[in-house]
């Protein structure tokens, strides 16, 4: 009876542990970072906090299935001189901490990609999703294993940026980041702002994503990811899988849109996802259609493999 339930205990650890695997498809050497918020839960990737991706490398590591409010993000441009640990040594997503990322402090600099967790155990709910709250620096996907729906920004957003929300930008003058409206600073007032949802804006009655500057310019060219913090509402912000199901997830920075790698360009000229102006960004542009809770998302078609810049996702 003993040893049948130390057998028992062994097979519940064995299984109590999640494989993620992050790869990175960039054409260029990025940062990956990770993050937990200890005062959710304890439970943390037992892999280090930071570490340098080549281009075209994997990482894999063991997560346990208990880990809450956890995310995962890529830092560009990044050099770590001796005695250098603030998050300035990378040119976005940076982390106090320096290449290791400091568990306590290290949540990453905006504007960052987001790649966020919460695993339900093995009885529960995962709860996952790529969040632009933060603005944008690099492409993303999360693939679950199990069938699970997939979460993700495959598309290079610098170069699309309205001129209000680009950078920052690197040693060529290309932009390898987009901000969102609130770390923009759009209206001056972070503190008390519809686009942060901030202040008297706290609650998704009172800060509709019809409030939120530059809204459709994130949720046209990523329909399945958050576009501002209420963003669930959509229904194609944030994803579930069963825990039971004991998903495993890939984490693909530079996906291609299709699927495979490596990823191609977004489509600059598409007229369905045409910037918004100055004037008219808080309304839907008409010809988009994106917004399908039953289909999941419409995606805008591949364009040119050719891209203007080593920076740019290929």
């Known amino acids: 009876m003993h040893l049948s339930l130390l057998a028992l205990v062994f097979v519940r650890v064995v299984t109590a542990v999640r494989t993620f695997t992050v790869y990175n498809g960039c054409p260029f050497t990025v940062w990956p970072a990770i993050y937990t918020n200890l005062a ?54 940076g982390c106090t901490g320096g290449l290791l990322c400091d568990v306590n402090t290290g949540t990453g600099m905006p504007p960052a990609t987001l790649a966020e967790f919460s695993l339900g155990g093995t ?27 997939v979460a993700e920004c495959p598309w290079d957003l610098g170069p699309l940026c309205p001129t209000t929300l680009a950078g920052p930008f690197d040693s060529t003058g290309y932009p390898v ?16 702002s519809p686009n942060c949802c901030s202040g008297s804006f706290n609650t998704p009655q009172t800060c509709p994503s019809s409030g939120v500057a530059f ?4 949720k046209g060219y990523c329909p399945n990811a958050y576009a501002y913090p209420f963003d669930e509402s959509s229904g194609t912000a944030l994803w579930t899988c ?64 050719t891209l203007p810049n080593s920076s740019v996702c290929i």
């Open 242 to 305: 069963p825990s039971n199901n004991l998903a495993d997830y890939t984490i693909t920075f530079c996906p291609a849109p299709d699927g495979a790698e490596p990823s191609v360009s977004p489509p600059s000229t598409s007229t369905s996802f045409a910037f918004e102006s100055t004037t008219s960004w808080m309304s839907t542009p008409s010809s988009m259609n994106i917004m399908s809770t039953t289909t999941g998302t419409t995606q805008p078609a591949p364009g040119s493999d």
């Open 40 to 93: 959710a839960g304890t439970a943390v990737p037992q892999y280090q906090t930071g570490w340098q991706a080549d281009a075209y490398t994997t990482v894999n590591f063991s997560v346990p299935d208990a880990w809450t409010s956890g995310r995962i993000w890529g830092r560009r441009d990044c050099t770590f001189p001796a005695g250098n640990t603030s998050a300035s040594t990378c040119l976005d997503g």
């Open 215 to 218: 809204y459709w310019f994130f």
């Open 177 to 192: 980041g987009c901000k969102s409206a609130c770390i923009a600073g759009v209206d001056g007032n972070p503190s008390k």
């Open 123 to 149: 009885t529960g709910t995962d709860f996952y999703d790529v969040s632009l709250v933060d603005g944008y620096n690099l492409p993303i996907r999360i693939t679950p294993t199990s069938g699970c729906a």
